[in-house]
């Protein structure tokens, strides 16, 4: 989700940081394409629109789209970070 925009703000400050591994384990919230047409990180602009799904795990078990069918976002969300 956006805790993975801080990791990366938060490699971008810091001058002497060389190697940043990231590894989202899930997308943002789909509420956030009501409040955000974009991130910009870096210089780097993220539509939201693209990486922001409906659903999420509730008692380790997934409700919203099948997961395969996240597999695009999830490429934009890992391409853009």
Same mark, same amino acid.
């Given at each position: 989700?956006?805790?993975?925009i801080? =990791?990366?703000?938060m490699? #971008? &400050? ?6 940043l591994c990231?590894k989202? +384990? +899930?997308?943002p919230? *789909?509420d &956030?394409t009501?409040s955000h047409? %974009? *991130?910009?990180v870096?210089? &780097? +602009?993220?539509?939201? $629109?693209?990486?922001? =799904?409906?659903g999420?795990?509730? =008692? #380790?078990?997934?409700?919203?789209p099948? $997961? %395969?069918?996240l $597999?695009?976002?999830? %490429? =934009? ?5």
């Open positions: 989700g956006t805790l993975s801080k =990791a990366v703000e490699f #971008n &400050h810091h001058a002497t940081a060389a190697t990231l989202p +384990c +899930c997308l919230e *789909w &956030h009501f047409d %974009s *991130w910009i870096g210089g &780097h +602009c993220i539509p939201t $629109r693209d990486v922001c =799904a409906q999420k795990w509730k =008692a #380790n078990r997934w409700v919203g099948p $997961r %395969s069918h $597999r695009g976002k999830f %490429s =934009a969300w890992a391409g853009h970070l």
